[in-house]
């Protein structure tokens, strides 16, 4: 989920397992939601987008779930490895793009 | 390989010192964004531009100023009117501005000595 704090929230989960972070998002408006991932000390990388017309996308391993009734956003990713460990966060799209802050996920081998 | 590179990767500020962030990149993309990335905190964008020639203050512009000379280039002179620049700081690029996804370079640490 979404933090207004100076900690973000975490998200821990076995190798192996399945991942599912959440993203709730602010304007009904928001016509394309992406997913990134940051690795400590990286820049954001793209992992996954999806248009307001879809309610799911699924790539290698992630699927993006879009539910615009209660404007919630959310990425799962399956057979968790220690290597997707990082920040992941959504961002939301329409005359300019708005980046949530975040959700860490640790991968305990 | 095609991507956006950042320079340096780690910046020292002396109080009162400006300082120019480098941002580059060879993907042909018109639109480039300069970010700034706190601590528990969403990025927040500085400056943006939709094309050579043109740029626009973002939501945090206060501080900062940049130039669009090339299409490959957007630097970022942080100011010392900026009182508080200890940040990592993103440039990100795409294809057109509005609905099109942004791809990030590795960023640069700004430290104030």
């Known amino acids: 989920g979404e933090s207004v704090g100076l900690h973000l929230p975490t998200l821990s989960v076995q190798e192996g397992d399945n991942s599912i972070i959440n993203c709730a998002y602010s304007?009904?408006?928001?016509?394309?939601f992406i997913w990134y991932k940051q690795e400590s000390g990286k820049g954001p990388q793209f992992i996954i987008d999806?248009?307001?017309?879809?309610d799911k996308r699924q790539g290698q391993r992630v699927t993006v779930l879009l539910n615009k009734t209660v404007k919630h956003l959310s990425l799962q990713i399956a057979a968790t490895q220690p290597g997707d460990s990082a920040v992941y966060f959504c961002?939301?799209?329409?005359?300019?793009?708005?980046f949530g802050p975040g959700t860490s996920l640790s991968v305990i081998p | 390989d095609g991507g956006i590179t950042q320079s340096p990767k780690y910046l020292f500020r002396k109080e009162g010192q400006n300082v120019t962030l480098s941002c580059e990149q060879n993907l042909n993309h018109d639109a480039m964004y300069w970010y700034r990335q706190d601590p528990g905190q969403g990025l927040r964008l500085i400056y943006y531009?939709?094309?050579?020639?043109?740029?626009q203050k973002g939501d945090i512009a206060e501080g900062y100023s940049v130039s669009r000379e090339k299409k490959e280039s957007f630097p970022l002179t942080v100011t010392s009117a900026q009182k508080n620049p200890t940040a990592f700081y993103l440039c990100a690029s795409s294809i057109s501005g509005g609905a099109s996804s942004q791809y990030f370079g590795p960023g640069t640490r700004l430290l104030v000595l």
């Open positions: 961002a939301e799209v329409y005359d300019k793009v708005i």
């Open positions: 999806i248009r307001s017309n879809m």
């Open positions: 304007n009904s408006a928001s016509d394309y």
């Open positions: 531009s939709q094309i050579v020639n043109d740029f």
